[in-house]
């Protein structure tokens, strides 16, 4: 089954890239899907099957993903999207797994 | 839009079965698949089990012998039962769903179950 390993913190300055890794073995053969979580709110998708955005995500919102590693790229920080951010994959032995989420501080 | 709201009481007492509701509003529960998430104070989101749009059941191997997910189509929601509660079950419960299985369009808000006697 799949084990998800995301670093537990990111820093960035306002305007620069932030990039968020989710680990996994061959994770790049299967799909991931990101989710924001602000403080005491629920969870948003905001990139799902590696690199599509939803409706009202901004574009500066972006995904990777091959061999060990997808990647949640946020282009162009805005103070808005410090939060923790989170991978997930789902396949149908493991069934949905969550990375162990990253927190971005914008500084 | 679909919109979610969880239910259930705001407390539970170790060894006690942990009971929540799921209401969907805004479209058909059949349309979608159903599953509860969980997250303790200051930590990550452990999945725990959905249900399908067929009614199949798969739970989180780690809980398996305990939790229990419903579905009560004629009401429009679904429901978590966990038994055996300890402290370790305080958390965060949120009912989450999609229309495809692997990831979540929708989520409630959250409620925080503490155990405690």
């Known amino acids: 089954s799949f084990v998800l390993t995301q670093p537990p913190s990111v820093s960035v300055a306002p305007g620069k890239t932030a990039r968020i890794t989710c680990g996994g073995d061959n994770i790049g053969s299967t799909n991931v899907h990101w989710y924001q979580q602000k403080p005491g709110q629920a969870p948003v998708v905001v990139i799902y099957?590696?690199?599509d955005r939803p409706s009202g995500i901004p574009e500066r919102f972006s995904g990777s993903n091959s061999g060990n590693t997808a990647t949640l790229t946020i282009s162009r920080v805005e103070a808005g999207d410090e939060a923790d951010y989170y991978c997930?994959?789902?396949?149908?032995?493991?069934?949905?797994?969550f990375g162990t989420g990253t927190k971005v501080t914008v500084l | 839009q679909v919109q979610l709201q969880e239910s259930g009481p705001g407390l539970v007492r170790p060894s006690e079965t942990l009971s929540l509701t799921c209401t969907v509003s805004g479209d058909s529960i059949s349309n979608y698949y159903w599953s509860w998430i969980r997250q303790p104070p200051g930590k990550g989101l452990e999945w725990l089990g959905y249900i399908s749009n067929s009614g199949n059941t798969k739970y989180n191997p780690s809980l398996k012998s305990r939790v229990t997910i419903s579905v009560d189509t004629s009401k429009n929601h679904f429901s978590l039962r966990l038994t055996s509660v300890t402290a370790a079950d305080t958390a965060v419960y949120f009912c989450?769903?999609?229309?495809?299985?692997?990831?979540?369009?929708?989520w409630g808000q959250g409620t925080l179950v503490p155990v405690s006697s």
């Open positions: 989450a769903g999609g229309v495809v299985l692997p990831f979540f369009d929708y």
């Open positions: 099957y590696d690199r």
């Open positions: 997930q994959v789902w396949d149908s032995s493991s069934d949905y797994v």
